[in-house]
């Protein structure tokens, strides 16, 4: 089945909203090979962009603007949220290349996106859909439009195929740790000391979309914790803990904060950061009791 035939179950403006950011990402995909640099700028946080960031980013902007479906756009490469005229009102956040300081050493990247109905600067769980799009050795789109989380493979001939349909996330034991241990918080090291002595695996390999991929497939936990220094973590709630804990969390498993779900917190601004520990329910319950009884 294609995507496109697969989305007749969504509503319209999300149907074609989720189809132009796929044909959007075919573009950027098509970009790899000849946008290596680095460019001389640098975004909101003062991280150097890479060129094909900075370009993934126009792309969906110049395509969501042109779509006439979306009236707010927040950008993690922008730093004010953009309001379009448009005759629609979905919102959308996007992480345009998620892992940018991979591209140079050729593994996995992704472009993550939520989407809501009006203000993106609204609590998760008030997302209607949520995708990202994987750019490994194949390229992959997951989305959920609150109906389960379903997979498509971008095949030879330009279309999404379905690849597997309600995906839940199983039990596992890999872990992915981001953040320094020397830097750890005491309730997060306990926590991370307890996965260790049940004989979790660590795979990190620096692209949150990627390592959270194959967590969804094999199971485990996604952790970028608050840690001395910066409490609230590396990671920002809109562009990235949000999308993919929405995700996650319609496969059956949690996105926690380490002490509540993510989904719930009020965005102050478009910049925030959070702790992120998204995955199996069982993971995320144990640091959230361990939080709890610190
Ligand atoms: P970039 O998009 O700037 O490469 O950042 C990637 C990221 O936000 C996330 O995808 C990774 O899990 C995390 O940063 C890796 O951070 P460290 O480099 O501190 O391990």
Known sequence: MLLEQHLERCDNDLRLLILRIAESCK?????????????????????????????????????LRASGLVKYLASEEQPEILEFKSKGNLGVT?????????????????????????NVLSPGREMV???????????????????????????????????????????????????LRKEYLPGHLKWIERLESEGYKIRFSGSFVADVHQILHKGGVFTYPGFRGKENGKLRLLFEGNP??????????????????????????????????????????????????A
């Open 129 to 179: 859909a949520a995708m990202y799009v994987l750019y490994g050795p194949l390229t992959t789109l997951t989305y959920t439009a609150r109906k389960g989380v379903h997979e498509f493979v971008l095949n030879p001939e330009g279309n999404y195929v379905l690849q597997e349909e309600n995906i839940r996330i199983p039990e596992g034991n890999i872990f992915a740790p981001g953040a």
């Open 27 to 63: 573009t950027i995909r098509s970009g790899f090979a000849s946008r290596q640099a680095c460019s001389d700028t640098e975004n909101v946080y003062g991280e150097k962009q890479m060129a094909l960031d900075k370009w993934a980013d126009e792309v969906l902007i110049s395509d």
């Open 244 to 293: 993919i804990g929405f995700i996650v969390t319609e496969a059956g498993g949690a996105a926690s904060n380490g002490r509540g779900n993510i989904l719930e917190i009020k965005p102050e601004k478009v910049s925030q950061r959070t702790p992120v520990y998204i995955g199996g329910k069982r993971e995320i319950k144990l640091i959230e009791d361990i939080n709890r009884e």
């Open 94 to 118: 996007m992480d345009p290349l998620d892992g940018s300081s991979l591209i140079g050493v050729n593994l996995a990247v992704g472009t993550i996106i939520g989407i809501f109905r009006g």
